[in-house]
């Protein structure tokens, strides 16, 4: 579990899983910048943990090695939240700490906020008010869970402030950021890896030489039955007939494709499989992609940020400014309509959007003044 070492007052930091990792590096730099906070101690969950990315995604993004790593590994969602809960528990004890910061919606996110508020801990939730309305997504449960524990909760978008409203959160405890996904995009965008690069490096050198597009697939409403699987890569192989696509697949995404036996339905010509990709190598295969295939949220996000034509598979998203202002167009798994697009961007270059509001790379600082101001303002709690 790493050095539980006792640190009163300090600002726990949790991570769990890859899109944790974007959202707290900025975090991370803007809290430790400032002499008027706490010390930032990082704890990782384990949520989520590859061994061939872990290392290469802390190296990217310039974010120290966790102080402090809880190993839980995968498991259910009532195994995997119960098992962050018991291990994260002591850390609490040993650091009696000022806040617990969490980012996201992954099942750590909840649980560490679980655990804090049950100790009296205030809770800072980063990327709060986001909503798909969609209960059947269990990180839209872990979203309205934790907003509802949360003390402050720092948002990307006006909308979220609606949707708290809603759920009776007072405003007073929101404060509206910007995104600190973008704040990551912005200050790594210069070092990211040139997609030729990337492409020849996977043994793929000259494909989609020209254009092409970038596929990441991992939602269970798409990968984890077969019909929808199957659907889905229909659609891939269809669009690669008309633009190349690379294919960078989560390894949940690969052992479903081999389980149902579907791994013919890649077998084309103009379809590059890639491993999971570091950062810097995903944000230069999208940078330069003529559209983007996705049903991650993050990816919604960076393709807005990148004026990249982003379409999202899915039939909702809790990120509704990337469709309104952005780049994004949710399409489901409609055959028809995909291609229609696809035609679309070929021959016009597509939507390109606008960058939303305090999209500007200055979320995390905001948020660091932000805390640091409403930290000095609160009693100082007894056990301090």
Known sequence: MGNLRDNPGALLCVVGARPNYMKMAPLLRAFRSRADLPPAVLVHT????????????????????????????????????????????????????????????VNSTLACSLVAVKKAVPVAHVEAGLRSFDRAMPEEINRVLTDQLSDLLYTTERTAHDN???????????HFAGNVMIDSLLFHKDRAVPAAQTLACAGKA???????????LHRPSNVDEPE????????????????????????????RIEAFGFADLLQAGRIALLPPQGYLEMLGLMADATLVLTDSGGIQEETTALSVPCLTLRENTERPITVEQGTNTLVGRDRALIMRLVEEIVATGGKRGRTPELWDGRAAERIAGHLAGWLAARPVPLHA
């Open 46 to 105: 384990g949520q989520h943990y590859d061994p061939m990315l872990n290392g290469r995604l802390f190296d990217d993004l310039a974010l120290p090695r966790p102080d402090i790593n809880l190993e839980v590994g995968s498991g259910t969602h009532a195994v995997q939240t119960a098992e962050v809960m018991r291990r994260f528990e002591p850390v609490v004890d040993a650091h009696r700490p000022s806040c617990v910061v969490v980012v996201g919606d």
């Open 164 to 174: 708290l409203a809603r759920e009776g959160i007072p405003a007073e405890r929101m």
């Open 206 to 216: 000259g494909f989609g030489a020209e254009r092409y597009g970038v596929v990441t």
């Open 228 to 255: 929808a699987l199957r659907a889905s890569l229909g659609i891939l192989r269809e669009v690669s007939e008309r633009l190349p696509l690379v294919c960078a697949l989560h390894p949940r995404t690969v052992a």
